[in-house]
C-alpha cells in the first residue's frame, strides 16, 4: 500500500515537472505565455486512458505509439492556429541586432 502511494507520487512529481519544465522552455526561448500544455496534456491522457482497453495485447507500448501520434496531432494545431494569430510585422520595428531601437 505504501509503495503504490510513493510511485503514484512520484509519477505525479514527474508528471507536474515535464509540463514546468515545457512552460519555463517555451516562456524562456520565445518569451510567449503558450497556456496550451494543460488542454494537450489532458488530451494525451484521456487517449491513452481510453484506447488501454482496444490495446490488451500491448499495453506498455501503447504509451510510445499514442505519444507519436499525439505529436503529430499537436504539430497540426501549431501549423493551423499559428498563422491565424501570428502575422509578422509589416516592417521592422528597429534595424539593430540586438532589438533596440538604433540611435536617430
Same mark, same amino acid.
Given at each position: ?5 510513493? #510511485?503514484? $507520487? !512520484?509519477?505525479?512529481?514527474?508528471? %507536474?515537472?515535464?509540463?514546468? @519544465?515545457?512552460?519555463? !522552455? #517555451? /516562456? $524562456?526561448?520565445?518569451?510567449? =505565455? ?5 488542454? @494537450?496534456?489532458?488530451?494525451?491522457? %484521456?487517449?491513452?486512458?481510453?484506447? @488501454?482497453?482496444?490495446? &490488451? ?7 510510445? &505509439?499514442?505519444?507519436?501520434?499525439? /505529436? !503529430?496531432? $499537436?504539430?497540426? =494545431? ?14 521592422? &520595428?528597429?534595424?539593430?541586432?540586438? $532589438? ?5
Amino acid at each position: 500500500m505504501l509503495g503504490q502511494v510513493v #510511485i503514484s $507520487g !512520484l509519477l505525479a512529481g514527474a508528471l %507536474y515537472a515535464m509540463v514546468a @519544465l515545457g512552460l519555463g !522552455l #517555451i /516562456f $524562456g526561448v520565445m518569451r510567449v =505565455l503558450n497556456v496550451s500544455h494543460g488542454p @494537450l496534456l489532458m488530451l494525451g491522457a %484521456y487517449t491513452n486512458l481510453l484506447a @488501454l482497453p482496444v490495446a &490488451r495485447a500491448q499495453p506498455l507500448s501503447l504509451p510510445a &505509439r499514442l505519444d507519436a501520434l499525439l /505529436f !503529430l496531432v $499537436g504539430m497540426a =494545431l501549431s501549423a493551423c492556429s499559428s498563422d491565424a494569430w501570428w502575422t509578422p510585422p509589416s516592417s521592422p &520595428r528597429s534595424s539593430s541586432p540586438s $532589438g533596440c531601437p538604433s540611435p536617430s
